[in-house]
């Protein structure tokens, strides 16, 4: 990774104090490995990284709790980590700060296949979940690319492809057990589908990425698995073609499963990668139908329809589970694609969304911005909820970086125009602190900052990232 910044020495010294005192009661819990604490320095895509002092590989709740009461008292910075897998700098620790790793609480506690729910602990990944529940008939829909966790994909608020038919992440969570920022264990929500009791506490804490608490524990809501699934993809000469299908999918109501958009770029690369050789590198839709055989048989017919008004090239078929499974893959692996072509290279995935009326002026505005800049950039996304990224390929350098991100700012600046978000499903880290005041204005963010001071009042969590600096909170 990038240059790793020297520390401040009183910083240090106080984050090893902290290390020292939890070695008692955590032991080899505890490491200050220089391998280990540099693959702790950072996530994927954002060329920033600091070394954290050491890695506290957490067991459980009360190892956590542990962790921050000495980390209060001392004003030791701490970073939650997951899998690593976030794109905008999230886990990067600042300066004399201590990395903790929750993916050693990867047990699922409890299925309870009567009410479609289930408890597992932080680090479990949405892989390992799926696997675990695959007797019972019941599934785990939220799929971020990357083998993410689940405290992770909470904290980030992530969605994925599945999120058209069954919602992201804050949809399907019941409830946390969380660690605040004094150690306190609490627990937030329950196993109810609904509840009009006291602030909502669990969406406070969904998409917090690490700043309010620490999430241990989390209440899942579970699927059953569709009757039948039936996968196509259709491509088309033109991108708007594409765009306004999946946009008319959605406003006619269409309970489609998935609805994935690469244009050319991206599906000359998946082509080259997945080896999908019976495609063209031309702009596809992926979908997905699920439900009883005859739901399935209509949602087909007026997605076909309307993909061939929209001069669609036909469709082409996917209806074993092994072809389903090798066009899904071939889509979850869009990114790593467009890395393998270019090696040496710095990816940067950016992330927008507007309401889906206006997601073809979007991409449209954003393909022109690309052959402006001149940039290598593919544009993949979720189109079915009016979000996509463009994955832009720059140098490893800061001149580099710099024209990734003039190019990112310019679709920014075009999403926040039509009404829409600099993030859909990544997240703000340190990559969207810039935009955070043109999109939710002084006032909110005054709210956030005092929330924030009112459960990590000496800015030990996460600092600095999701929240830019401001007046009434400032560090
Ligand atoms: C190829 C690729 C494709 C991707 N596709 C998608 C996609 O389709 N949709 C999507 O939403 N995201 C996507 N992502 C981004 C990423 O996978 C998600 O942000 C994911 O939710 C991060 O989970 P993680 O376990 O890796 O978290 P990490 O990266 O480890 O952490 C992310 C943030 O959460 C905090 N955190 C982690 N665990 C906890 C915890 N237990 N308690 C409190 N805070 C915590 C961290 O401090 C950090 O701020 C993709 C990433 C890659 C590399």
Request: hydrophobic share 40%.
């Amino acid at each position: 990774m990038s240059e790793t910044a020297s520390l401040p020495l009183h910083a240090t010294a106080r984050a090893n104090a902290v290390l020292s005192a939890l070695r008692v009661q955590l032991g080899d819990k505890i490491s200050t490995n220089a391998s280990v604490c540099d693959a702790h320095s950072h996530g994927e895509a954002l060329p920033v990284a600091n070394m954290p002092v050491g890695v506290v590989f957490a067991e459980t709740s009360e190892d956590v709790s542990a962790t921050l009461r000495l980390c209060h008292e001392h004003r030791v910075p701490v970073v939650a980590f997951g899998a690593g897998t976030s794109v905008e700098g999230h886990v990067t620790p600042p300066d004399g700060g201590i990395s903790l790793d929750l993916s050693r609480m990867a047990r699922v506690l409890e299925v309870n296949q009567a009410d479609l729910d289930c408890r597992v602990q932080a680090g479990v990944t949405r892989q390992s979940l799926n696997a675990f529940l695959r007797d019972t008939g019941l599934f785990f829909p939220v799929d971020p690319g990357g083998e993410a966790t689940l405290g992770g994909m909470c904290a980030t608020r992530a969605s994925g492809t599945a999120a058209v038919k069954y919602g992201t992440i804050k949809e399907n969570v019941l409830g946390l057990t969380v660690v605040l920022a004094n150690g306190e264990i609490i627990q937030t929500g329950g196993r109810v589908r609904k509840s009009s009791t006291g602030y909502d506490l669990t969406s406070l804490f969904v998409g917090s990425e690490g700043t309010l608490g620490i999430i241990t524990e989390v209440q899942l809501r579970l699927h059953g698995q569709p009757e039948q699934l039936s996968a196509a993809v259709c491509q088309f000469e033109n991108l708007d073609d594409a765009v306004n299908t999946a946009v008319e999918i959605i406003q006619m109501g269409i309970p489609i499963a998935r609805v994935e958009l690469l244009d050319d770029v991206q599906m000359d690369a998946c082509i080259r990668y997945s080896d999908l050789n019976e495609y063209r590198a031309l702009t596809t839709l992926f979908f997905e139908f699920s439900g009883s055989p005859e739901a399935v048989k209509e949602q087909i017919a007026v997605t076909e329809t309307l993909a061939l008004d929209n001069i669609g090239l036909g469709f082409a078929w996917a209806d074993s589970a092994d072809e389903r499974a090798r066009l899904w893959k071939a889509r979850h692996n869009a990114f790593w694609a467009i890395k393998a072509q270019h090696p040496g290279m710095r990816l940067i995935s950016t992330d927008c969304i507007v309401p889906i009326s206006q997601l073809t002026a979007l991409i449209s505005g954003v393909k022109d911005d690309i052959q402006k800049s001149g940039l290598y950039a593919a544009i993949l996304g979720h189109v079915g909820d009016g979000n996509f990224h463009t994955i832009i390929v720059t140098e490893e350098t800061d001149q580099g970086y710099q024209q990734a991100l003039d190019l990112d700012r310019k679709i920014v600046a075009r999403a926040l125009a039509l009404g829409g978000s600099c993030s859909g499903e990544h997240g703000v880290g340190l990559g969207k602190l810039e935009f955070l005041a043109a999109e939710h204005g002084e006032g909110a963010l005054s709210v956030m900052r005092a929330l924030k001071a009112t459960l990590d009042p000496h800015n030990i969590l996460n600092p600095g990232k999701l929240l830019p600096e401001g007046p009434v909170y400032a560090g």
